[in-house]
Every structure is written in structure tokens, then in C-alpha cells.
């Protein structure tokens, strides 16, 4: 009789991303780089709500620093492999989760190995990592589509950057409910069963009470702009106030009638009250916009139409610069990690591709099929009910039947049986005679053999397409930049803010500099207290340095370049320097100098929140997260989203 | 080795030390609690006490870390205790198992500490918390979160609003007609299933709550019809446990119930009437069936009216045994045969109504007031407050903030306002008709068993010259004990006048000669043996100011003004309960409304 322990322990969140989030999550494998404090309490934060298996590669000893910050390790643990120590006291939390560790450095490993993140369908990296060896992370993680979370603290601040290529979301669960009614522009089915109504001024004020809105919209609408063709649309209300008083007024004198041929005095009452409560004239009012403003497609969902992904020269272009083989079976592992734990099947693109010729062919987005509450007689709303019901149905099947033809050509493709054989041959044997331009694009993606791809949907059921459907005007798609062009490219939407007023921006610089400071000492400041002075100089040059390069590009140089032993002057010789503001950083400048590279409980705590917050997000496809930089200042409770 | 030495360099030895001698109080071991136990505990905040009435449940191991399976049903608030001290043996950790309402957490104790943080679910307990520390002025942390959303806010006594400067959302609530009569949606059947018919049937027996009735409907026959509805079903419960108990509730709610109800012609001219079971048939082909509720998977999907009634037979039958066995039970959204009882009930009740039917989970979100809860939320709300207690130590609570963190669910949102993923609020200084903020305090020492009201009234008017002996009014919650056209009372002691003597304030109010407003005072009596009354600590200086146009005197908040009576009454959307996680130190009396007078 008890529901399963599963269902049980996670009643609270699945009522967040339901079932299907939760089948994700469990399905996800995360990877956390270094045990620190801010990491172990973001995958505490995974493991308790049953993510399927987590890796810790950590090659550190547990030091009297981490028994300090890290509620999880205790001074018995002083000297063992954090990475070990950590796993192995997340992995009590919860048993339904898996926990691995690799006692290992990040920067050799993923030198040696970058094959073995193929598993992984997000990697967090804390702690404090030369950025060399982040931007190495991200050529691994990028042409794979996996997520990658760069987290980079520094005492009471904070940045959280997310990676991810082309992150797309189909419940994005807005906060306001999605209504869609058509009612501008009426499809046939419910023009029909509008007509089925029986003219208002011949109706009782029990049937005149209970018309619903979407009913008394429509009809008022044809009525009115038959006789006024070039009024603007937005006298209609008017219309409908004085349709609605009229009404009132007919049937209160009706009432009153009815007192006369001696009626009882409660039916009289209540034929009275009645006519009082038109509530479904006043949704009318409300709602009365809705019967000239035509559905249009979103920008949102413009966005994921007009995605590289489903068009074929860009697929080409991408193609080429971060995935550089081209041999078939190469290309089928990272498809496979894209959509590694994701709720959406790895479908979603040829779903998108079906939708955009949908979207061509009738101009508007399937019907969503469900109708808000209103005030009506129970019958009336469950047919209208109906109306939409089946209208979704007969949209969800139109694309479902697209779906499966867009899947021919890329199956024809990619199945093993072409083997060694040259793709041309199968691509030109591939289509059918329908050819859409989506299946153009996905034959075009098979055979230039981008990472990302649109994966088979020849089998995919009606079920999940018609969810896909319901969905259709929520749809999103995050694209961010990798690491490598963030460093490397100039930032001139920041240029104006660092002039100014640059903000909780001076934090990002500081955080980045911190790096430069790094490739320069092979160490990171403040981390002997001896040299604060020293260190707060080098810093201060460090973030003057990363400060031009955001204005004219070239900052992965600073990071890499001094691994060679390049001095402070010679790097900036070696970037040309058009406008360089001078940005006021001191101040966090000595707080990083002063904190080291010590951890604060309690901001790791806040800071592990939001990181598996936003990695939930990513794992389930639900919600839609940040955009991409988050950066958290502990010291006076303030935080603020760059776009890097 | 120094565990504390990160705090240490990052604090500053100086804050530091008033971090190792801060003596906090939190309020719920919960979701919120576990993690701030851990932030206070890493930080080094020397000695912590926790209070929690809770014991652990597995619903809340998702979130609740300090906590396993092995714990479940013990003490949120011992338990927690032990795992943090297993990681951290240098701090002092003192856990109460109990109600924060209970009389041994008083004023003086509530004194004692140098901060106070709420990691409460329930508006009850927040609000009883936020009452003792205004009047104690003790600095309060208040936090809660629903979803991706959570906040932190400070509470600085005096200085800032406090918790119950604005008025909190009332619950929504429906007319007890479309309760017990006409539903038209889904949540009226629930709250019938759960708010009406399993107090009726297994709950507690109570004759008041049809007088309930009476206030709220203006049918009389209706009234009639529904109080004699009540009384069969009383005659009914006698035979609970017995067999076939189930059989005859299950006949007797969705038939004749139903048939009386269409008897009265007027209540269906307007509405599409509802049709009874076929009781006979639904029994027999339920007998049929094996257990619906085995099949976990169709939780989430509405079940047939056959398996509905298995299941409500079922459920009803266990009930009534447990009823029969040990006495009243209350209603619980993890009771598993409490849940069934009321998602069969419901449904079944839909059905009769032609209302859509809800799958089981549905059920239990809108019957449980059920908030979504992450790990993640609470997380980061926990770590807010520990923020937040540092900024009150070194006295920077002017220029700190109420933090709202959204997590804003569309991109739209996110792209156009970025920054709300950590939204700053400023604090506000106090709402000047707040009830709390608006009063004095004074702590008085009295032996109640000897001292008259005449003895404190004298007292409390010789120690603040600018109450008007004349033209004082005494109030204990909304009943009346003195005004100057009522005497009868100053001869008689406290104990004998049954004021309670924890956690309740008198309440008095008075106009001097000039009409001149003078500053509401509660006095908070304190139990002692010595005779006499002693005022405890300083008295504070009340203000005067003209009196207002209209004269308002209605009483205002002591304590435990929540408990009216509670009927037909329920929150069906997250609008109304914004903002809570945690633990519960009350009942969850926040989320039930209250009949209207």
C-alpha cells in the first residue's frame, strides 16, 4: 500500500520537475573537479535529490584548510585523498547514488584522457584551476555539448560561468501560464463550433450567463468589424461594454416581467441575481484584446527555429572548427553525450526541424489544446474543451508525421550498414520524394558530421511528440560562448561599463586576473601572507592586463604565454592596446590578496545552492538557466548576471 | 588544529571572537535548518540551541542531510544535533525536542540570546517567534522558501519591519455551501474530503461546527438540511470499526446525501445536478478488484470509479479501525490511508458532480498545501542568513537588505532583469499601525496566585507616569479584563482571572487627558514566588501623539489569536503560501483560513 521509498523520498521535488525530470537526474553522471568546500556542497546538493553518479577528480590531500570549511571531512581525515574522503561521505547521503573519484590531477588528466569525460553529462570545476587548464576543459567539453560549470572563488566572492553549447529546453515552465486560444485568428473547428450558439438576444439569462468568453469574443468580433472595417481594433471593447450592459439591462426587465405574471419571490430573486452576475462578460472584457491580437511565433521559439543547428551552411562552418574528425563512429559517441541524461530524447532536433516546416507550411505553432478556466455550464466548457483538444490531437499528428519523414535521410546515413561505404552515396540514396527543408538540413548534418546532429526520429511515438507540441511556444535553446571565445575575443559590451561604472564587473576582472597572476607565479596570491604587498602589485597589473584584453581581445595569450615564463611587461607589449580604461579594482584586489585562497563555510554553502541549482536545471531541461556569469559578492549580499 | 582558522583569517579576528561567543537560537531543524546548522556550526558560532517538534520523516531525506533513513521518526532536533557534532565536537549544540509555544521557552529565555534565526514553515511559529523578539529585542533572522525561490530578511527590533508588519496573504476560502452542496471544482471536493468529512468521521466529535454553518449561509432549509446531514453521520461513527462501517459512509455520502440535496429543487435551476452513485454495483465490482494502490505507477493518473471506491473502502475501513483503537485521528498528508481516504473521497465526489478527477499525486499537492522543495533553495537561503548574522554582529543592518532570490523560471525574465537571480529589497523601518512594532514592551515579576489585577494595574500606572489611571483599558488576547466602566475585575488575582503566564501579553491601552494617543504597552507576565510586582529590566519610555480622527480600538495581536476555530477553509494555490520550508515547531494553522464573522 506504500508508494515506492523513491516516489517517497522525493515527493517535495517532484513536484518541481516531475517524473521525467527525475528519471533525468537519475540518469545524469556528474563530474566534479576538486573537493573543495563550494564543490562538495553543490554535488551535496545533487546527491540528496538522487543524481545517478557523480566522479571526483581531486589529486589534494585533505589539509587542515579543508577540515576548516568543509563540514564533510573531519580532522581524521587530515592526509587522505580528498577526492576519496569526499566521495566516499556524499555517497552515505544517499544510497540510490554512485560515487567515483580519480585521485588525480585535472591538468595532466584531461590532457591524457579527454575520451574519458565522454561519460559525463555536465562537469563542475572548482577551486583554484590555472585557466590554462580550463580552457583545455572546455575544447574536451565543448564539441562534446557538455555542460561545463566553472565556479572561481575568492573568500566572500563568487563567479559561476556556464558553458554550454546549444542547451535546449522544452518546459521552460513560464511564469505565466501559456494561453492559447486563437482567437484572432480561428482555425475551422471552432468558428464551427461558435456557430453553434444560438443568437444572445435570443438566449435566457441562465444561457447568456454561462456563454463562455472565447464564445462571446468571437461572435462580438465578426459582428463588429462587419460594420466597422476601418475602426482600430482597440474601440472593440467598447463594443463589448456596451453589449454586455445592453444584455444586463434585457434581462433585468426580464425579471422584473416575470414578477408581474406572479412568480415566487425567490425565482424572481434569483432570476435577478443572476442577470446581475455576468461574470463570463466581464472574462469578455478582460480577455477582449485576444480577438485581434493574432498567436505569433515567439522569439524564443524564432530563436530555436533559426538555429545553426537546423540550417545547413552553418552546420558546415561549425562543423569544421571544433571537430575535426569526420569518421562516422567518432561522431555518434558525442551525440550521444549531448543528450546523456537529458530529458528530451535526442530527438529534440529533429522534432525542432518537423516544427519549422510545420511552422512554414501553416504559418503558426500547433495548438496547445488546453483551455483555462472560465465561468460557463459545465457542458459548453468540456465541448469547448474538446474543440481544442482536437485540434492539438490533429496537430500533434500533422507533426509527428513530418518527424518521421525529416529521420529518413539521417538514418539512411548513419546507420552502422553504410559503414566504411562513402556518405555521399547514402545521402544522395537517402530522401524520399517529400523533401522538406529540414530534411535537407539533416541530411546536409550527417554528412558534413557536425558534434551536434539531428539524431533519428523515424521511431519516435505520437505521445511524445504531442508533449513536444504542447510545448511548442516555451521552447528554448542556450547557446553560450565557449571559454576559449570568451578569453580570446574582445568584450566590447563591457567596454562601456568599465569606463563608467564597471560595477560587480571589477570582481569578474579580479577573478580573472587572479589567473594571469597565476600563469605569471606559478602560485596564487595571498598565498603566503609575507608578500601581500608584492602580490597586491602583481594582482593590480594582472587585472590592468586582463582589463585591456576584455577591450581588445587576446586574454587567453595572458594565461598561456607566461607558461613560458613571460614577464609582466612582455605581455602587455604583446597586446595592442586601442582604448584601456582604468578601472578601480583595488579594493577587491587586497580582499583577494587578504582572503588567499581560503573558503568561507557560509558562502560556500550560499554559492553550492545556486551551482547545483542551475546544474539541475541543465540536467533535467527544465526551467531555463542563467545567462552565463554569475557573480556573487558576499560582502554586501549583491550579486549580478554578466554575459560574457 | 584550529578548525576555525579559514573563518578566523576571513572574519578577522575581531569579528570572529564575537562569532565564538554569540549565543544563537534556531528555530526548525527542517530543509533550511540542517543547512544552517552546518553554516553556524562551520563558522564557529560557539553555542547554538535548536528547538524542533518534529520527528523525521522520509520525505524529508531529499533535503534534510543531517538526516538518514535510520533516523526516520526520531527527534528532527536531537538528531540533528548529533550528526553536526559527529563533524564538529567543538561547539556547544543544545537540541529541544518541542513547540517553540510551549511555556518553558519564555521571554526571559528567549532573552538569553544574542540572535535568533526562524527556519520555520509555518506562519503560527514565525509569527510567535517574531512577537518574542520584538518584545525582547533580539535581533531575528527570518527565512523560508518555496521552489527555486527562497529569502532571508533581518529582523532588527525597532529598527527595521518586522515579520508582521504586513499582513500575510489570507488563505483563500470558499462559502461552506459550495463545500457541502454545490462544488464546481476539483479543490471544493478535497477540501470536503479533508477538511470536512474525515474530522467528521474519525476525527475528534464536535457539535459547534454547525453552528459554524449558520453564520455563513443564508438558506435556512439548506442550514437545517445540512445540520441533520451531521447528525446522521455522528449516529454513523459509532459504528466505526465496525464491519461494514465502510459499506454504509460510502452509502450514505454518495447516495442519500446526494438524493437529499436534489430534493431541494432551488439549489439546480442554475446548475447541472448531480447524479448519485450506484452504490451496489460500485461495491460489488470493487470487491472484485485487487488492490488499486499496489500499482505505485498509477499515482499519477486518475484512477477508475471502481478502483476509486476499492480504494475508498479500503481506506475508510482502516481508518475506522484506528479510530476504534485509539481514539481521533487528525489528518496528515504522509499518513498513506489518511491521503487514500481523501483523494477516494474527493474523486468520488467529482464524480457525482461531473467535476474532472485528479490523479492521487495531484490530490496530495492541493490537500497538503504541498511546496515544491529543493535541496538547492534551501542551500542557498541557509547560507544567505549566515551572511545576514554576520552583517547584524558588526552592526551594518542599515545598510543590509531583505534578499529574494529567484531563480526566474523564463528567459525572458532572466535576460531582461539578470539581476534577480539575487534581488536586493531595502529594509524598511517599522510600519507605524504595525501590531508588534507599534507597542512597548515591559517584563513584570508577579506571584499570580496573590496578586489582584488592582495590584498590577497600580504597579504599571506608578511606573509610567503618562498612562491616565482613568482612562486605561486591559485586554488578554480580545478579552476584555479592565476599562473604566468595568471594575469587577481588580479584586481578583491573575491565577484566578486565568492569565496565562508565558508567552502572553496584557494588552493596555489608554487616551490621557487631552485625548493625547498613548503608546500601546504589553506587559508579559513572568511567574515568580516572591509577592509583590517586580518590573523586570528597564521601562521603556512611551510615546504620546494626537489621537487619530476615528477611534480604533480593536484589540490587536497578542499571541494566540490564530486559534479561532477552523472550518471549510483552504489555500489552493502557491499565491498563498509563499515562502515557507523548513520544519514545523506548530501546527500548520498558517495555511487554513478562518470563518468569517
Known amino acids: 500500500m506504500a508508494p515506492d521509498h523513491k516516489t517517497q523520498k522525493y515527493d517535495r521535488q517532484l513536484r518541481l520537475w516531475h517524473a521525467h525530470g527525475q528519471a533525468a537526474l537519475e540518469k545524469a553522471h556528474v563530474c566534479l573537479v576538486n573537493g573543495t568546500a563550494t564543490g562538495t556542497e553543490a554535488l551535496k546538493n545533487l546527491v540528496l535529490p538522487g543524481v545517478g553518479a557523480f566522479t571526483v577528480i581531486d589529486a589534494a590531500k585533505v589539509s587542515p584548510d579543508d577540515v576548516g570549511n568543509n563540514f564533510f571531512v573531519t580532522r581524521a581525515h587530515l592526509g587522505q585523498p580528498r577526492a576519496k574522503v569526499v566521495t ?54 565543448w564539441p562534446r555539448g557538455i555542460p561545463l560549470l566553472v565556479v572561481k572563488t575568492c573568500g566572500f566572492v563568487s563567479t559561476l560561468r556556464i558553458v554550454t553549447r546549444a542547451h535546449h529546453i522544452v518546459e521552460s515552465h513560464p511564469d505565466t501560464p501559456v494561453r492559447d486560444l486563437r482567437l484572432a485568428d480561428p482555425f475551422p473547428e471552432l468558428v464551427a463550433f461558435v456557430d453553434t450558439f444560438k443568437p444572445f438576444d435570443d438566449m435566457t439569462s441562465a444561457e447568456l450567463t454561462h456563454v463562455p468568453y472565447p464564445v462571446i469574443l468571437l461572435h462580438l468580433w465578426r459582428e463588429w468589424r462587419a460594420q466597422n472595417q476601418d475602426t482600430p481594433a482597440r474601440e472593440f471593447r467598447k463594443y463589448v461594454q456596451a453589449e454586455k450592459d445592453r444584455h444586463a439591462a434585457r434581462l433585468t426587465e426580464a425579471a422584473l416581467k416575470s414578477l408581474d405574471a406572479n412568480q415566487s419571490d425567490t425565482a424572481v430573486a434569483s432570476a435577478a441575481a443572476s442577470a446581475a452576475d455576468m461574470e463570463n462578460w466581464d472574462e469578455a472584457l478582460k480577455q477582449a484584446f485576444l480577438a485581434y491580437t493574432p498567436t505569433s511565433v515567439p522569439r524564443n521559439v524564432k530563436d530555436v527555429l533559426e538555429h545553426a543547428i537546423l540550417d545547413m551552411s552553418a552546420n558546415a562552418d561549425s562543423a569544421d572548427e571544433h571537430a575535426p574528425v569526420t569518421n562516422n563512429s567518432v561522431v555518434a559517441n558525442p551525440v550521444a553525450n549531448v543528450t546523456a541524461g537529458c530529458a528530451w530524447p535526442p530527438t529534440f532536433w529533429a522534432l525542432c526541424a518537423a516544427l519549422k516546416s510545420f511552422v512554414a507550411e501553416h504559418g503558426r505553432l500547433p495548438v496547445r489544446g488546453s483551455v483555462p478556466d472560465m465561468k460557463a455550464d459545465t457542458a459548453t466548457y468540456v465541448s469547448l474543451q474538446r474543440v481544442y483538444r482536437d485540434k492539438a490531437a490533429a496537430d500533434a499528428a500533422d507533426l509527428h508525421a513530418r518527424a518521421r519523414a525529416i529521420a529518413v535521410p539521417v538514418v539512411a546515413t548513419s546507420t552502422p550498414t553504410a559503414s566504411s561505404a562513402s556518405l555521399s552515396r547514402s545521402s544522395s540514396v537517402g530522401p524520399s520524394p517529400a523533401t522538406s527543408p529540414g530534411m535537407a538540413a539533416a541530411d546536409a548534418a550527417s554528412t558534413t558530421a557536425p558534434a551536434l546532429q539531428i539524431e533519428a526520429a523515424t521511431n519516435i511515438d505520437l505521445a511524445t511528440v504531442t508533449e513536444f507540441a504542447r510545448h511548442a511556444a516555451t521552447l528554448h535553446v542556450l547557446s553560450t560562448p565557449s571559454l576559449h571565445d570568451e578569453y580570446a575575443r574582445a568584450h566590447p559590451q563591457w567596454t562601456r561599463a568599465l569606463n563608467d561604472d564597471p560595477g560587480m564587473l571589477s570582481i569578474y576582472v579580479v577573478l580573472r586576473a587572479r589567473e594571469v597572476f597565476y600563469a605569471r607565479q606559478r602560485r596564487w596570491p595571498g598565498a603566503h601572507a609575507a608578500d601581500a604587498d608584492a602580490d597586491t602589485a602583481r594582482l593590480r597589473s594582472a587585472a590592468r592586463d586582463v582589463v585591456k584584453a576584455l ?91 554578466l554575459k560574457a | 588544529m584550529d578548525r576555525h582558522a579559514p573563518s578566523r583569517a576571513l572574519l578577522g579576528t575581531q569579528l570572529f571572537a564575537q562569532v565564538e561567543n554569540t549565543r544563537v537560537l534556531m528555530v526548525g531543524a527542517g530543509g533550511i535548518g540542517c543547512e544552517l546548522l552546518k553554516n553556524l556550526a562551520m563558522l564557529g558560532f560557539g553555542h547554538i540551541e535548536l528547538v524542533d517538534l518534529d520527528t523525521i520523516d522520509v520525505t524529508n531525506l531529499n533535503r534534510q542531510f543531517l538526516f538518514q533513513r535510520q533516523h526516520v521518526s526520531q527527534s528532527k532536533a536531537h538528531v540533528a544535533r548529533e550528526s553536526a557534532l559527529r563533524f564538529n565536537r567543538n561547539i556547544t549544540i543544545i537540541s529541544h525536542h518541542g513547540n517553540i509555544k510551549d511555556p518553558q521557552f519564555d521571554l526571559a529565555w528567549f532573552k538569553s540570546f544574542n540572535l535568533v534565526f526562524n527556519a520555520l514553515d509555518n506562519l503560527d511559529a514565525r509569527r510567535h517567534v517574531n512577537l518574542m523578539c520584538v518584545a525582547g529585542k533580539v535581533p531575528l533572522i527570518d527565512a523560508g522558501t518555496a521552489g527555486y525561490s527562497g529569502q532571508s530578511t533581518i529582523i532588527q527590533p525597532g529598527v527595521t519591519e518586522c515579520y508582521d508588519c504586513h499582513p500575510k496573504p489570507t488563505p483563500k476560502t470558499f462559502p461552506v455551501c459550495t463545500i457541502r452542496s454545490t462544488p464546481s471544482a476539483p479543490i471544493h471536493c478535497i477540501v470536503w474530503a479533508k477538511n470536512f468529512m474525515f474530522p467528521q468521521l474519525f476525527g475528534e466529535d464536535e457539535d459547534e461546527g454547525d453552528a459554524n454553518l449558520v453564520n455563513d449561509t443564508t438558506n435556512a432549509k439548506q442550514v437545517q438540511e445540512l445540520v441533520r446531514e451531521a447528525q446522521a453521520l455522528r449516529e454513523l461513527k459509532r459504528s466505526a470499526g465496525l464491519p461494514g462501517f465502510a459499506e454504509r459512509v460510502f452509502v450514505k455520502i454518495y447516495r442519500h446525501d446526494i438524493e437529499r440535496l436534489l430534493s431541494m429543487e432551488g439549489l439546480w435551476q442554475m446548475r447541472q ?51 476504534a483503537a485509539s481514539g481521533p485521528q487528525s489528518f496528515d498528508k504522509d499518513d498513506d490511508a489518511a491521503m487514500a481516504f481523501v483523494s477516494a473521497a474527493a474523486n468520488l465526489r467529482c464524480h457525482v458532480y461531473h467535476i474532472a478527477l485528479k490523479s492521487f499525486f495531484e490530490i496530495k499537492s492541493m490537500a497538503g498545501n504541498i511546496v515544491p522543495i529543493v535541496a538547492t533553495t534551501n542551500g542557498v537561503v541557509a547560507g544567505l542568513m549566515v551572511l545576514h548574522a554576520l552583517q547584524v554582529l558588526e552592526g551594518r543592518v542599515l545598510e543590509t537588505t531583505t534578499d529574494l532570490l529567484t531563480a526566474p523560471p523564463a528567459a525572458q525574465h532572466l535576460v531582461s532583469r539578470p539581476n534577480q537571480v539575487l534581488a536586493r529589497d531595502k529594509l524598511f523601518p517599522p510600519v507605524s499601525s504595525c501590531a508588534v512594532c507599534a507597542r512597548a514592551y515591559v517584563q513584570v515579576a508577579v506571584d499570580t496566585a496573590s496578586t489582584t489585577l488592582g495590584d498590577l494595574l497600580e504597579a504599571i500606572v506608578d511606573a509610567f507616569s503618562v498612562l491616565p489611571v482613568d482612562n486605561v483599558t486591559v485586554l488578554e488576547g480580545a478579552r476584555m479584563l479592565y476599562d473604566p466602566d468595568f471594575d469587577d475585575n481588580l479584586g481578583r488575582t491573575l491565577a484566578d482571572l486565568n492569565v496565562p503566564s508565558h508567552h502572553a501579553f496584557l494588552l493596555v491601552d489608554a487616551y490621557d487627558q487631552d485625548d493625547q494617543l498613548v503608546q500601546p504597552l504589553s506587559v508579559y507576565i513572568q511567574k515568580s514566588g516572591k509577592k509583590g510586582v517586580e518590573i523586570l529590566g528597564n521601562v521603556p519610555q512611551l510615546w504620546t501623539k494626537p489621537a487619530p480622527p476615528k477611534v480604533q480600538d480593536a484589540p490587536i495581536a497578542g499571541g494566540d489569536e490564530l486559534d479561532d476555530e477552523v472550518v471549510m477553509a483552504v489555500d489552493d494555490d502557491d499565491e498563498d503560501i509563499i515562502m515557507t520550508e523548513s520544519s514545523a515547531a506548530g501546527n500548520e494553522t498558517g495555511h487554513v483560513g478562518r470563518t468569517r464573522r
Request: net charge negative; glycine share 6%; charged share 20%.
Open chain 1, 88 to 141: 566516499a561521505l556524499l555517497q552515505e547521503l544517499n544510497d540510490d547514488v554512485l560515487g567515483h573519484y580519480i585521485d588525480s590531477d585535472i591538468t595532466p588528466f584531461v590532457a591524457a584522457h579527454p575520451r574519458y569525460f565522454d561519460r559525463f553529462s555536465l562537469v563542475l570545476v572548482t577551486g583554484h584551476v590555472p585557466a590554462a587548464t580550463l580552457l583545455a576543459l572546455d575544447r574536451v567539453c
Open chain 1, 551 to 641: 577591450v581588445a581581445g587576446g586574454g587567453n595569450a595572458l594565461v598561456m604565454e607566461a607558461a613560458e615564463g613571460g614577464a609582466d611587461a612582455h605581455a602587455e607589449a604583446g597586446i595592442a592596446t586601442p582604448v584601456a580604461p582604468v578601472v578601480d579594482v583595488d579594493d577587491w584586489v587586497q580582499e583577494c590578496v587578504r582572503a588567499g585562497p581560503a573558503e568561507l563555510a557560509a558562502v560556500a554553502g550560499y554559492m553550492g545552492g545556486v551551482i547545483a541549482q542551475e546544474a539541475i536545471k541543465l540536467i533535467t531541461a527544465q526551467y531555463v538557466p542563467m545567462m552565463n556569469t554569475y557573480v556573487y559578492d558576499g560582502i554586501h549580499s549583491k550579486s549580478e548576471v
Open chain 2, 273 to 323: 445536478k448531480p447524479v448519485p452513485l450506484d452504490v451496489e454495483a460500485l461495491v460489488a465490482a470493487a470487491n472484485e478488484l485487487r488492490d488499486p494502490l499496489a500499482d505505485e505507477t498509477a499515482h499519477c493518473r486518475v484512477r477508475t470509479i471502481e478502483e476509486t471506491t476499492k480504494v475508498f473502502l479500503q481506506s475508510t475501513a482502516a481508518l475506522a479501525k484506528r479510530y
